[in-house]
RNA sequence: GCCCAGGUGGCGGAACAGGUAGACGCAGACGACUUAAAAUCGUCCGGCUUUGGCCGUGCCGGUUCGAGUCCGGCCCUGGGCACCA
């Protein structure tokens, strides 16, 4: 065997043999159980970055840990294809994005063989092939026929100076990233896809999903944001018009004071043309960016209209302002403002100075104070007529019930959760599959016409999607009446193509459907791993396309991921690795300089999956010498020929114990890495284990079958995360199959067990001193030993013994005053 | 602004069901080996201290025999906010 550790040559070997065994290839068997584990795919940017490191590390350690247990593991890998990056390189290189795109595949595909992840390559895909997204697109037109698609108009940031439609992040202060002209919001008409028609399954199903974080579940739930109220109409006076509002709070009702419009909205528009103060408000609510990030932490303003609602009760003549925290996209742009009850409310109440109205006191009876925010928890109606006294929920279904008996309004459930806009004013990206007919409208494309191939020689300008000004891509004939006619050249949000790319690996070559009944074989995905930064969106989009999918008869499951890890972020220096910060860490570099078992040592070492990961080059040199410890433990064991076998019974007391440890290795490390995913323990326990053997130095034919049993354990426990390595150290300990096939090891219960426990003694709750006792001892003989302890004595001298605790196999607690 | 997390030695982290705070690793100090260095091996490594202890898990308070862990309030950092993926 080798004197040194040299990764290079190990990884190279057992990258090799994996190749020409082609491990990892799967196959369906119904002779064992399926597990599939599935790493988000990666956005092709050109180079591997630590995030994807850590987070393909850990779906392979899942994957081959699940192997080790007897599972038909099925792992794949692709490409998020499409998507904005590849235009900006090109604008930037002036290489066509599909060319820049597939070049990046090619290197990072590299990059992950060298890191020695266990995927499935004959399953690769990649979103921007024609034979990928062809199925998005037949998928589209059946969506359409079934009206889960509509057009509507949506919001867009227009850069006025460089003509095009710009992305969130490339509005920086209300400005053009390129121009630095001022942002322009503009209505233009877009694809919905009706995910509100899934709201409540979306919702409801949230709660079965054990096998995902509280938090993801969490952030969906408030994401969906189900509410139930009231909407109703409030008269305006001297207009033949009525102004309709949503509420959560019909108890609140009689503490109305103002009604807030949105700038957006069609009366505060009319209003503009006479009025300067509204007029800012609706210029204000044009420029600038639309996310909602930057409208939320907008200054609170407003402007009065002199218009003035109907209280539907009671009749009062309430105010009607213009408000920027009143948008447009949610309902009806238009809400009752009750500042006595409503935060928001109460500071624009309080800046505007209009009047607030406490109707809701606390319910426990306590003085009502409105005067430095507002009360919104419910209560007590006061002040509010004929519900006066009630409680608020009681009050909330009478109030409902009044002005439902009178035609005003009515209990309506409400969404946060809007539909989905999937188009896109851009080149790189799914083609949206209709035609525009001036005769017969909107036409889906027909299946025999799909795909609807993106041309892909293209350049790329500053200014707007090539395929916008290329005739022979839009001219056409109408699928219907056989006229002139214009395709969309609007592509598809790339969140179109990762909503069902998971369900696409079971079958990637069916080239007849865009799935078969290997879909259904190996879907739901048994082990979903991916940022957190995913936790609503793509995870959301997913799972709405998967019943979707369902509901055409494609899967039969309800839900895509069974289980969901979502892994921490790495940092340096504390912040997000970024190039703009100067702070990356180039994976490639390391994995030449120490070997990509120690790369993937580290990245699983330094923290446990769902932390944020604290980088740093001096742990992966430690990462790096245990390896190397490791080895020459192995090479030291090995170099005295083959160990005798284990006799169990004819070991001495060292030896017992030093076993001990190897048992009580396997049990943590099999707890860790089964149940609780953190890795980190783990490798600490192995590396506890290897102190340990190190240590031994016993010669004797027992000692030397402990140590052969010691380290097969370690390397067993090792082979998910260094695999190479493992492979390697496998052989030399004597097997003759691979240790990707090996059967995780199980802890001998006989060899856990412990003659003697050592228990903590406390007294008053502080550490006073050990005992150790006999490991069935009971809590007489406890107490006994512990009061006889010196410390203990010196501190209960001169107290009363109140009472012990005793906690078996722990502690004892004397509590004396 | 809204929603969701996280704050433990010089650093990354451990403590899994409320029971020894700091496992394991990094950095550091000292020693061995060496002409020397690197590598390797060994010992020490939260603060204070009268050496008996006392204090200590972001801050303030509470529950408990006992709180890093549970509860209430605050501060700070990070993720998401619908066109980055």
Redesign the pocket.
């Known amino acids: 065997m080798d004197n040194q550790y040299r990764p290079k040559q190990i990884e190279a070997e057992a990258q090799a043999y994996w190749e020409e065994q082609q491990t990892f290839r799967a196959q369906e068997d119904n002779g064992r159980p399926k597990y599939y584990c599935l790493s988000m795919f990666p ?1 092709p940017s050109g180079r591997l970055h630590m995030g994807h490191v850590r987070n393909y590390t850990i779906g392979d350690v899942v994957s081959r840990y699940k192997r080790m247990q007897g599972y038909n593991v099925l792992q794949p890998m692709g490409w ?1 294809a ?4 590849a235009e900006n390189a090109a604008m930037e290189r002036g290489v066509p994005p599909a060319a820049w795109t597939r070049e990046n595949i090619a290197a990072m595909r590299e990059q992950l063989k060298g890191l020695g992840f266990g995927y499935d390559w004959s399953r690769e895909l990649a979103t921007c092939d024609p034979e990928y997204y062809r199925w998005e697109q037949w998928l589209f037109t059946r969506l359409y026929r079934k009206g889960l698609v509509y057009r509507d108009t949506a919001a ?2 227009w850069d006025p100076v460089d003509q095009t ?6 509005v920086i202060e209300g400005r053009g990233w390129r121009s630095g002209a001022l942002v322009e919001r503009r209505e233009i008409p ?1 694809w919905f896809l009706r995910i509100t028609d899934y709201a409540d399954e979306l919702l409801e199903a949230l709660d079965a999903l054990d096998g995902w974080p ?2 993801v579940r ?2 969906q739930r ?2 969906i944001g189900r509410s139930e109220g009231v909407e109703l109409s409030f008269d305006l006076a001297g207009r033949d018009e009525q102004l309709t509002v949503f509420t959560t709070r019909p108890d609140t009702l009689y503490g109305v004071t103002y009604m807030g419009l949105a700038p957006e909205h069609p009366i505060s528009l009319e209003l503009a043309e006479g009025n300067p103060a509204i007029a800012e408000l609706v210029e204000e609510a044009r420029s600038g960016g ?4 930057d409208l ?2 907008r200054e609170k303003r407003g402007a009065a209209t002199g218009l003035e609602a109907v209280h539907p009760l009671t009749g009062e003549r309430i105010p009607v302002w213009v408000a920027n925290f009143v948008l447009m996209e949610y309902g009806s742009g238009a809400v009752m403002a009750v500042p006595a009850h409503d ?1 928001r409310d109460w500071e624009f109440a309080t800046a505007y100075g209009l009047p607030i109205r406490p109707v809701v006191h606390p319910a426990d009876g306590s003085e009502l104070d409105v005067s430095a925010g507002a009360f919104s928890d419910y209560g007590v109606l006061a002040d509010s007529g004929p519900f006066s006294g009630m409680p608020s929920d009681r009050a909330f279904a009478a109030i409902a019930e009044r002005l439902e008996g009178e035609g005003r309004g009515q209990r309506r459930v409400q969404y ?3 539909d989905w ?1 999937v ?4 080149y790189w990206g799914a083609p949206i599959p209709m035609i525009h007919c001036a005769e017969c409208g909107a036409v889906p494309v027909p299946d025999d016409q799909l795909p609807v191939t993106l041309p892909e020689d293209v350049a790329i300008s500053g200014s707007g999607s090539p395929i916008k000004s290329m005739p022979s891509f839009y001219e056409t004939t109408c699928p219907e009446c056989g006229g002139a006619a214009e395709r969309e050249t609007d592509t598809f ?2 969140f179109m193509e ?1 909503s069902w790319y998971f369900a696409r690996f079971a079958c990637a070559d069916q080239n007849g459907a865009m799935l078969d009944e290997r879909a259904d074989h190996w879907t739901p995905v048994d082990q979903y791993i991916g940022g ?7 995870l959301l989009y997913a799972r709405f396309y998967h019943k979707v999918l369902r509901d055409e008869g494609l899967v039969s499951s309800n839900e895509p991921f069974t289980r969901l890890l979502t892994q921490g ?1 790495v940092l340096k220096d ?3 690795m970024s190039k703009s910060k100067g702070n990356t860490v180039d994976p490639q570099e390391l994995v030449e300089r120490f070997g990509a078992d120690t790369v993937r040592l580290f990245t699983m ?4 999956p769902e ?4 980088w ?1 080059d ?2 992966v ?3 790096s ?2 390896l ?2 490791l080895h020459g433990l192995v090479r030291d064991h090995v170099a005295r020929g083959p160990a005798p076998a284990l006799d169990p019974q004819a070991l001495g007391d060292a030896q017992r114990d030093l076993r001990r440890k190897v048992h009580e290795t396997i049990a ?1 490390a099999s ?2 890495i089964g149940k ?1 995913f ?1 890795f ?2 783990a ?2 326990a192995v ?2 284990l290897c ?1 340990a053997l ?2 031994a130095g016993d010669d004797s034919d027992a000692g030397r079958a402990v140590m052969q049993e010691g380290l097969e354990a370690a390397v067993l426990i090792l082979a998910p995360i260094t695999p190479h390595l493992c492979h390697h150290l496998w052989f030399q300990l004597g097997h003759t199959t691979p240790v990707v096939d090996a059967a995780w090891p199980e802890a001998d219960e006989q060899a856990l067990v412990r003659d003697e426990v ?1 228990l ?1 003694v ?1 007294v ?5 001193g ?1 005992v150790t006792l006999p490991a069935d001892a009971d809590e007489g003989q406890a107490r006994e030993a512990a009061l006889a302890e010196p ?1 203990v004595q ?1 501190f209960v001298a001169d107290k009363e013994i109140k ?1 012990v ?1 005793f ?1 078996a196999g ?2 004892i ?1 004397v ?1 004396a005053k």
């Open positions: 956005y998020d499409f998507g904005l990056p867009v940031n439609v710009l992305a969130n992040e490339q877009q509280e938090q969490n952030m408030n994401w639309t996310a909602e990030a939320a932490t935060q946060r959760l809007r806009g188009s896109r004013q851009r949000d790339t990762s957190i930064e995913h936790a609503v969106l793509h972020m504390g912040t997000k070492f330094a923290a446990p932390q944020s990961l604290e740093s001096s742990g040199e430690g990462a010498r245990f190397r410890r943590k707890d860790d609780r953190t980190n323990t490798i600490a590396m506890e102190n190190g240590k050592e903590v406390q008053n709750g502080k550490l006073r050990h410390n010196r009472k605790v906690v722990k502690l607690n509590v």
